[in-house]
């Protein structure tokens, strides 16, 4: 079973910046799909980015050139350098594990970013 433990949440103004984190520990195919969704109030989980272990990253249209994701594949985290923060940004920031055995969740972190 994998577990995912997310860092790097908080409170930050328009136009700054944050950095999650995620770390994976437990069993895990060397095959798998490392990502971040958002869930902002009264709206549906979102994809924000998602990145494969071979390498491949893809963005939502509203974060691209705003936000980075990357992975340190040998310290098993994940992670999302989020600049130029918006208001509409502001949500619960889940980190998301998947290979062939299964698919897990993180806690979820807070972020919010104030006008």
């Known amino acids: 079973q994998v577990q995912l433990v997310e860092s790097g949440g908080g409170l930050v103004q328009a136009g700054g910046s944050l950095r999650l984190s995620c770390a994976a520990s437990?069993?895990?195919?060397?095959?798998?799909?490392m990502a971040w969704f958002r869930q902002a109030p009264g709206k549906e989980r979102e994809l924000v980015a998602k990145?494969?272990?071979?390498?491949?990253?893809n963005y939502a249209d509203s974060v691209k050139g705003r936000f980075t994701i990357s992975r340190d594949n040998a310290k098993n985290t994940v992670y999302l350098q989020m600049n130029s923060l918006k208001p509409e940004d502001t949500a619960v920031y889940y980190c998301?594990?998947?290979?062939?055995?299964?698919?897990?969740w993180g806690q979820g972190t807070q972020v919010t970013v104030s006008s």
């Open positions: 998301h594990f998947w290979d062939l055995r299964g698919n897990v």
């Open positions: 437990g069993r895990m195919l060397s095959t798998n799909v």
């Open positions: 990145i494969l272990s071979g390498g491949t990253i």
